[in-house]
């Protein structure tokens, strides 16, 4: 029987937008969907740098309207690959046509908004899904494999980073990323909702937060291209060629999880050394596991029980093995994986669900309550005070 096509609308055409590209081909070429993917519409700003992305992805039909994009009746599903501050406005706008939506994450820039977006994706009851992609590596789904089957037993703790240093320089331009108009934080959003997500899959949600944030480089030159467009209060701002910056370069978070578990969280752009460090570590009774996205294809596991005192210790397990989540769909064992395929995992799994009319996770709700968590460590930092959730 010949399967359904899903007819793919992609908004946002830089970093995101090219990865969902490279990752609907590769759902298409490798991983066997329930459905045929048509990539209908590349949608963005600069029609000449969107012609050069469709010749070079295989987009049918280039956009720079997306209001007209989302309206149309060839269009069955919308993937949002710009940043946050657009988020709310074309997932509703899409919802009300009718669309499955995919959203890049963090969901938005409010909760307000947050919770909008979650009220009209369960009314169209369509598939809505948020792009935490991180969930979708092997080595954290293993994790969550072992933690099911009660390998690490009670959880006491989780201990979450994410490091980065790309910021460290203080002539690194003023671009969306430290205008928080625009992103509506900085290491908060861009980097901790990752942890926050990746501990609510794994260990369970947040019951309060006591945070401290911290902005290190105040001003920074404006971008070359500089025109006063894409950047809202820090543009507005800008005198001679530097504007300020108004989000947080590092955010530190000390958290109580559902169950007692104690939770030690932070994300920074200024952790000169690291360049993509997302770390999670969880300790029970019976085992704790360990995972840095800079050593994706491996999950560190602690087994309390397995050895005498004297050969205890962490131990290695390449997730590699096809019986381990999502390898069935790639290489020999021990043929490493990329960043690329936890997108390429989304995306299936998207797709699935819109075939099977089923939910799938992280959906709105999931990224609604990742917000309440950014909410709620935004207000701790700001006023210096612990808030529960
Ligand atoms: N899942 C992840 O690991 C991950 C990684 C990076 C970024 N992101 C998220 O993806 C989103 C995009 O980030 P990016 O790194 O791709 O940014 P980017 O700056 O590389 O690209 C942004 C794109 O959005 C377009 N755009 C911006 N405002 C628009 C508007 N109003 N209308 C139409 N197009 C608009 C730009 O033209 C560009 O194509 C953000 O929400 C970000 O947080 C997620």
């Known amino acids: 029987m010949e ?4 007819r793919i609308a992609l908004i946002g055409y830089r970093f995101m937008g090219k990865l ?3 990752a609907y081909n590769m759902v298409q070429q490798l991983m066997d969907p329930p459905c045929r993917i048509e990539l209908a519409v ?4 600069d029609s000449s740098a969107l012609k050069a992305a469709q010749e070079a992805w295989g987009w049918r039909e280039i956009s720079t309207d997306w209001r007209a994009v989302v309206a149309r009746t060839d269009i069955d599903a919308v993937d949002i690959a710009v940043p ?9 706008a899409a919802l009300a046509k009718g669309k499955h939506v ?12 947050a919770e909008a977006m979650v009220d009209a994706a369960e009314a169209s009851g369509k598939v809505h ?3 935490f992609n991180y969930r979708r590596a092997p080595a954290v789904q293993l994790a969550r494999r072992l933690i099911d089957e009660g390998r690490l037993g009670k959880i006491f703790q989780v201990r979450g980073t994410y490091l980065q240093d790309w910021a460290a320089d203080p002539n690194v331009p003023l671009t969306w990323r430290f205008d928080r108009s625009v992103a509506g934080s900085g ?3 861009d980097l901790l909702t990752h942890v926050l997500d990746m501990t609510r899959f794994l260990v369970g949600d947040f019951e309060e937060v006591t945070a401290l944030s911290h902005t290190f480089v105040a001003r920074r030159p404006l971008p070359a291209n500089f025109s006063g467009t894409g950047l809202g209060h820090a543009g507005q701002a800008a005198s001679d060629s530097f504007g300020s910056v108004d989000v947080d370069d590092v955010t530190a978070v000390l958290a109580r999880l559902e169950g007692g578990v104690i939770g ?6 200024f952790a000169t050394g690291f360049k993509n460090a997302l770390c999670l570590e969880v300790h029970g009774d019976r085992g704790a596991i360990r995972f840095d996205l800079e050593r994706m294809n491996e999950l560190d596991y602690y087994a309390v029980e397995t050895e005498e005192p004297t050969r205890q210790g962490f131990r290695r397990i390449l997730a590699t093995h096809p019986d381990h989540p999502y390898m069935q769909y790639w290489w020999p064992e021990g043929h490493i994986v990329g960043y690329d395929v936890t997108f390429a995992h989304e995306i299936h799994d998207w797709l699935s669900a819109i075939i099977r009319s089923q939910p799938v996770s992280p959906d709105f709700t999931d990224g609604m309550r990742c917000q309440a968590v950014v909410d709620a460590i935004a207000s701790s930092a700001q006023k210096r005070v612990t808030v529960s959730l």
């Open 3 to 6: 399967k359904p096509t899903v």
């Open 102 to 113: 995919l959203c890049e994450k963090p969901l938005a820039n409010t909760l307000a908004d």
């Open 129 to 131: 899904m948020v792009g």
């Open 187 to 189: 290491s908060l959003g």
């Open 20 to 22: 969902h590209s490279h």
């Open 42 to 45: 590349l949608c963005g700003r």
């Open 84 to 92: 946050g501050n657009a988020h709310a406005e074309i997932a509703l």
């Open 264 to 269: 030690v969280f932070e994300a920074t752009r």
